[in-house]
Nanobody, 124 residues
Framework: QVQLVESGGGLVQAGGSLRVSCAAS????????MGWFRQAPGKEREFVAA????????YYADSVKGRFTISRDNAKITTSLQMNNLKPEDSAVYYC?????????????????WGKGTLVTVSS
């Protein structure tokens, strides 16, 4: 079992920045691809960003491309999402995800492990 614990959510004004992080623990957790999803009230959980187990490849949803950056530290087994130029429509609960490969961690139905989420609120 891989456990994922998010941190770093909060309230920020539009145009501001915020960084959310995810600490992973459990056997082989450093070999999993990691990702972030978000879910706003009344909406489905949607893919935001993903990074391969090596950190060499990353993918982003079009809505966040150029504003968000995903990274990972395999020594600490953490992944982070740096969010810049935030917009009110970025407000959501952000969930950390882990899967056996990058393609799987980009698909909500194929994620192996989920964190409990951290709330990000962007005020206008």
């Amino acid at each position: 079992q891989v456990q994922l614990v998010e941190s770093g959510g909060g309230l920020v004004q539009a145009g501001g920045s915020l960084r959310v992080s995810c600490a992973a623990s459990g056997p082989t957790s450093s070999t999993y691809a990691m990702g972030w999803f978000r879910q706003a009230p009344g909406k489905e959980r949607e893919f935001v960003a993903a990074i391969s187990w090596s950190g060499g490849t990353s993918y982003y949803a079009d809505s966040v491309k150029g504003r968000f950056t995903i990274s990972r530290d395999n020594a600490k087994i953490t992944t982070s999402l740096q969010m810049n130029n935030l917009k009110p429509e970025d407000s959501a609960v952000y969930y950390c995800a882990a899967a056996r490969n990058t393609r799987a961690v980009m698909s909500r139905g194929d994620v192996d492990y989920w964190g409990k989420g951290t709330l990000v609120t962007v005020s206008s």
